[in-house]
C-alpha cells in the first residue's frame, strides 16, 4: 500500500527537477514579498509626506509667522518656505508611489525628499537640536523599504545639507551665528553611524525573508505532493478529527465505501463502522494520541448498500506547527478479495485435514479388521501345505499364501502411512551406526540378489564410527524398501551398490545406485504417490506401489530427507539424508566425564538380561557393566526371545528398549508382569523415547525406572545399585524412579 504512495510522489517536470523547482518558487516568494514591502512603504512615505507638510506650515506660523521692518510686519519667509518648498518636496515623490508603486527610483526620491523635508523642518525650528533627530527617525522609516542602499542618497543629502548651511548659514542649522567645518562632520559621522546598523538589520531582514520563503516553497511544495497523492492515490485517504469526524476524503475512498465525499463529510468513521470492530478504532486512536507514531488494523466497514467490506487501515496523526496532533490521517485499503480468499484457503484446508484424517482413520480400522480373515487365510494355508498336497495342490496353496503375505505387507505399510499422517507414529530417534544397519540390509538382500544374478555391494569401506540420527528399526525398514526395490528393478546381471558421503558437518547421505532401466523425468513427481507403481502394475514384478511413500514419510518424520536421480537406460539413484551425531558411548563419556563414580554395591553372581536390538547399545552395556566384574549379562534382540530367556535364568534385573523388530517393549513387558514366573524381576526401561505419555505408560505398566539415551553412567549405575538392593530386601517393593533429563510434553 505504501508503495503505491511512493510511487505517487515521483512526480517530475521536464524543465526542473524537485529541488530546481523549489528554489525556482522561493526566488518568486521572495520577489512578492519584496515588491509588497516596496509598495507599502511608499504608501507610508505617501501620508508621512502629507503629514510632514502640514506640520511644517503649522511650525512655521506658530514659531515664526511674521517678520518685523520697524512697525511694519509681514509674513515670515519660513512660512512661505513651509508652503512653497515643503509642497514641491512632497508632491513629486506622492506622485511617484502612485504612478510607479514599488520602483526603485521612487523609493531612492522619497529617500531625498525626506532628507529635504528634515532640512527644511530644522530650517524653520531655527536649527533647534530636536528637529534633528527628524533625520534619524527618517533614515529608520527608510530602512522599512529593507532596502540598504535607499541609505546612500539620504546620507549624502544630510552631509551636504550640513556642511554647506553650516559653513554660510550656520543659525538655520545649528541656531549659531558661526560654526566651524567640524561640527558638520560630527554630524554627518552620527549619522553614519546610525546608518552601519541600519545596514545591518536591512542584510538580516533580507535573509529572514529568504529563509521564510525557502520555507514556505518547500511547504507548498509538500502540501501539493500531498494534495496530489491524496487525489490521485489508488487507495481510499481520509483526514478525520479527534471527534471521528470525516474532514476530507478522496475519490477512491468515496468510491470504496459508496458515499460522495460531501455525504461522508457529514458522517463519522463509527456511522460507517460495523459495531463489533467500533472498540478496537477507539483503541487504535487512543494509542495515537498517547504518542504511537503509526497503527495499523483490520476492520470492517459497512456500505451505503448495506454490503459488509473488510479494509486494511494505516492511521498517523497530521501535527500542527507547535507539534501537537491536530488530525487523524487514514490509508484504506479494501481486502475483501483476499479475506474471502483466506476464509475461502482455511475452510478448505480443514476439509482436508478432515477427510484425510477421515481417511487415515478408515484405513487403520480397515487394517485391523482385514487381519481376523487374513489369519484364518494364512494359517489355513500353511496347514494344508504341511497335509502332504498334490503337486497342483501344492502350487494352489502357495499361490493362496503368498496372495496373503502380500495383502499383510500391504496392510502393514497402509497402517503405517495412516499412523504417520495423523501422527500416531511412534519413533525412537537415537545413535544408529551407518555400517551395522547396512551390513545388516546387505545381509538379508544378498540371497534375492544372487538368485537374479545381481551384484550387490558397497562401492566404499564404510567407517563404523559414522552414525546418524534415527529410529533404527524404521531407518532399516527404508534401507530394506530400497534395496529391494533396486534389485526387483535392475535386470540379470546388473549391480546394486551402496556408497555414503558426508554432506557438511551434520548431515550423512546414503545412496542405493541401480544399473536398471531408469525413471523418466516426467514421472518422478509421482514417484513418492500411493499406489502409483508408474507403469509396473502391468509387469511380472510384485509390488503395492507403497513402499516408496512409506519410505518418505518416513524420513520426514525422522528429520531426514529422501531422493532420487534417474537417467532412462543407465540406472537409477535413490538417497537418504539423515541428521549425524556421536556414538552412544561417546555421548555418555561427554555427558559424565566430570562426575564423581559411586561405590558400588556387592554384585557378586548377580544376572542382567538386556533385551535390545541395537548392536551398539548392547556394546555400550557391556562395556559398561566391565566396571562390575560380578555381573553376568544376558542378551536377547527379539522381544519373544526375552520373553523366553527370562523364564529360563530368572535373571535379577532385566533392562528392556521399547522399540523391537516383533514385539514392541510395553508387550514385552505386560508379559512379565502378568507371568507367575517372571513378574517378581524388576524392569528397568532403556530408550530413546522421552516423552511424557510413553514414560507414563511403561511406568503405569510395572517398570521399575525409566532411563533416556543418551545414557548418564552415574545414573546408570545408581538405578542399577538401588533395584538389585530393593529386590535383594523386600522382593521389589521400592516406589519407581524416572530419570527424564531429555523429558518433553506431547500432545
Known amino acids: ?90 508632491l513629486f515623490p506622492i506622485w511617484l508611489t502612485q504612478a510607479w508603486p514599488g520602483a526603485v527610483i521612487t523609493r531612492h526620491v522619497i529617500a531625498v525628499a525626506q532628507m529635504l523635508m528634515s532640512a527644511l523642518l530644522i530650517s524653520v525650528t531655527g536649527g533647534r537640536i530636536e528637529t534633528h533627530f527628524h533625520v534619524f527617525g527618517s533614515l529608520v522609516i527608510l530602512s522599512f523599504y529593507r532596502d540598504w542602499r535607499v541609505l546612500i542618497p539620504a546620507t549624502i543629502v544630510v552631509a551636504l545639507d550640513h556642511f554647506i548651511r553650516g559653513v554660510y548659514w550656520p543659525y538655520s542649522v545649528y541656531g549659531v551665528l558661526t560654526a566651524s567645518p567640524l561640527r558638520s562632520i560630527e554630524h554627518s559621522a552620527w549619522v ?21 520563503a525557502s520555507r514556505t516553497a518547500a511547504l507548498e511544495k509538500s502540501e501539493q505532493s500531498f494534495r496530489r497523492i491524496f487525489n490521485e492515490a489508488p487507495i481510499g485517504m481520509a483526514i478525520v478529527d479527534f471527534d471521528c469526524r470525516f474532514v476530507k476524503v478522496n475519490a477512491a475512498m468515496c468510491k470504496m465505501v459508496g458515499y460522495s465525499e460531501r455525504e461522508l463529510t457529514q458522517l463519522q468513521t463509527l456511522d460507517i463502522t460495523l459495531p463489533e470492530d467500533a472498540e478496537l478504532t477507539r483503541q487504535r486512536g487512543q494509542a495515537l494520541l498517547n504518542g ?102 501344492r502350487a494352489r496353496v502357495r499361490h493362496i499364501i503368498n496372495a496373503g503375505r502380500h495383502l499383510l505387507a500391504l496392510l502393514n505399510e497402509v497402517l503405517d502411512i495412516s499412523r504417520i499422517e495423523v501422527g500416531r507414529m511412534q519413533l525412537s530417534l537415537e545413535p544408529v551406526c551407518v555400517a551395522d544397519a547396512l551390513e545388516e540390509g546387505l545381509d538379508l538382500l544378498r540371497p534375492l540378489a544372487a538368485e537374479a544374478n545381481i551384484d550387490l555391494s558397497a562401492s566404499v569401506d564404510i567407517d563404523a564410527a559414522v552414525y546418524v540420527l534415527a529410529d533404527r528399526q524404521r531407518f532399516k525398514q527404508v534401507l530394506l524398501n530400497l534395496l529391494a526395490n533396486a534389485v526387483k528393478y535392475t535386470p540379470a546381471s546388473g549391480r546394486v551398490t551402496v556408497s555414503y558421503n558426508l ?24 514417484l513418492f504417490t500411493p499406489f502409483d507403481r508408474l507403469g509396473a502394475e502391468q509387469s511380472t514384478i510384485e509390488g503395492t506401489g507403497l513402499g516408496l511413500a512409506l519410505s518418505q514419510r518416513l524420513m520426514k518424520a525422522m528429520g531426514g530427507s529422501m531422493g532420487v536421480e534417474s537417467v532412462v537406460g543407465q540406472g537409477s539413484t535413490f538417497w537418504v539424508q539423515l541428521p549425524r551425531t556421536t556414538s552412544p558411548l561417546k555421548q ?5 566425564e566430570n562426575r564423581t563414580r559411586t561405590p558400588p554395591l556387592d554384585t557378586t553372581s548377580r544376572t542382567i538380561l538386556y533385551i535390545e536390538d541395537n548392536l551398539s547399545n548392547l556394546t555400550l552395556i557391556e562395556q559398561i557393566l566391565e566396571e562390575r566384574p560380578g555381573i553376568a549379562l544376558v542378551t536377547a534382540m527379539q522381544g519373544q526371545i526375552g520373553l523366553d530367556l527370562a ?57 521399575r525406572a525409566y532411563l533416556t539415551k543418551p545414557l548418564d553412567v552415574a545414573e546408570f549405575f545408581r538405578v542399577l545399585d538401588q533395584t538389585i538392593a530393593a529386590n535383594q530386601t523386600d522382593n521389589g517393593s521400592t516406589a519407581p524412579t524416572v530419570s527424564n533429563g531429555h523429558l518433553t510434553e506431547v500432545d
Open 1 to 90: 500500500m505504501f508503495e503505491v504512495v511512493k510511487n505517487t510522489l515521483a512526480v517530475t517536470t521536464p524543465e526542473f527537477s524537485a529541488q530546481d523547482e523549489c528554489a525556482r518558487r522561493a526566488d518568486e516568494l521572495f520577489e512578492q514579498q519584496q515588491n509588497e514591502i516596496y509598495r507599502n512603504t511608499d504608501q507610508l512615505f505617501a501620508r508621512l509626506m502629507i503629514v510632514q507638510w502640514v506640520a511644517a506650515i503649522l511650525i512655521a506660523v506658530v514659531i515664526s509667522p511674521s517678520t518685523w521692518a520697524g512697525q511694519a510686519s509681514a509674513i515670515h519667509i519660513h512660512v512661505w518656505a513651509a508652503i512653497f518648498l515643503g509642497g514641491a518636496i512632497s
Open 503 to 526: 554432506n557438511g558437518e551434520d548431515k550423512v547421505r546414503i545412496s542405493i545406485t541401480d544399473t536398471g532401466l531408469g525413471i523418466a523425468g516426467e514421472k518422478l513427481d509421482r
Open 192 to 212: 553614519i553611524f546610525e546608518d552601519l546598523f541600519l545596514v545591518i538589520s536591512c542584510l538580516r531582514s533580507v535573509r529572514e525573508m529568504r529563509s521564510i
Open 292 to 393: 504511537a507514531p503509526t497503527c495499523s488494523f483490520e476492520k470492517r466497514y459497512i456500505r451505503k448498500d448495506n454490503e459488509v467490506i473488510w479494509t486494511s487501515c494505516t492511521v498517523c496523526t497530521i501535527q500542527s506547527e507547535d507539534e501537537a496532533p491536530r488530525y487523524y490521517l487514514g490509508m484504506i485499503e479494501d481486502i475483501s478479495e483476499r479475506k474471502g480468499a483466506e476464509e475461502a484457503l482455511k475452510l478448505a484446508k480443514d476439509e482436508a485435514d478432515h477427510a484425510n484424517k477421515a481417511k487415515s482413520e478408515f484405513l487403520s480400522r480397515m487394517s485391523h479388521e482385514l487381519r481376523t480373515p487374513l489369519n484364518a487365510i494364512l494359517g489355513f494355508g500353511q496347514l494344508l501345505e504341511r497335509q502332504n498336497p498334490t503337486e497342483t495342490q
Open 647 to 703: 523364564r529360563q535364568h530368572s535373571p535379577d534385573l532385566i533392562l528392556l528398549d521399547i522399540h523391537l523388530p516383533d514385539l514392541p517393549g510395553w508387550k514385552v513387558l505386560s508379559q512379565l508382569k502378568t507371568s507367575d514366573a517372571t513378574r517378581h524381576i524388576p524392569v528397568v526401561v532403556i530408550s530413546a523415547d522421552a516423552t511424557k505419555r510413553q514414560i507414563n505408560r511403561l511406568m503405569a505398566g510395572g517398570a
Open 588 to 592: 555418555v563419556l561427554a555427558h559424565t
